[in-house]
């Protein structure tokens, strides 16, 4: 009895097949960790970039004369206050066909002790977003993509926004 090799290049083709597989499933995953990178770079940027907001009003350079009416009108604002940040909460709004990017609102819950004045919450507030929306397009190198109070702000793959503080 006479066994034939039937299977000659059996193996290079089942190898040829494991590395194909391999390929498409490393670049479909490489795709998917992109976006979460992106994403979560995107956030820490713009948790680093509160602080300068809570301390804008401390450290501010202003002209003599704009100093003294920030003075008289906003004092609680150029002393040290006790902000709290208690969150900071993401919505995904979709993908946003004017930039071709998912548009991505970032939310910042905060309190305060020394703030009593709506207009002192929502001074504090502008800053904070400032500070926020700017650190991210440093991050990303992307702040000549926006104007002057980057907003909308870019990452490489979303846009985002920032919605008013709200004050709990």
């Not at 066909?97 to 970032?106: A, L």
């Not at 002057?148 to 919605?163: D, E, I, Q, R, V």
Request: proline share 2%; hydrophobic share 40%; charged share 15%.
């Amino acid at each position: 009895m006479i066994i034939k090799n039937e299977n000659k290049g059996q193996g290079s083709i089942e190898f040829l097949f494991l590395i194909s597989f391999s390929i498409v499933t490393v670049l479909l995953m490489a795709n998917f960790l992109g976006n979460i990178y992106d994403f979560n770079l995107a956030i820490l940027a713009a948790k680093n970039g509160i602080n300068p907001g809570l301390n804008a009003g401390i450290i501010s350079v202003l002209e003599e004369s704009a100093y003294d009416k920030y003075k008289i009108n906003n004092t609680v604002l150029i002393h040290p206050n006790s902000i709290k940040i208690v969150k900071i909460e993401t919505i995904n709004r979709g993908f946003d066909d004017r930039y071709n990017k998912t548009s991505i609102q970032i939310r910042v819950y905060a309190s305060s002790t020394s703030l009593i004045s709506r207009e002192d919450m929502v001074s504090i507030g502008e800053k904070i977003n400032f500070s926020l929306r700017k650190s991210i397009t440093l991050a990303f190198n992307t702040n000549n993509l926006s104007n002057g109070l980057y907003n909308p702000c870019f990452s490489k793959k979303h846009l985002y926004t920032t919605a008013n503080v709200q004050w709990v």
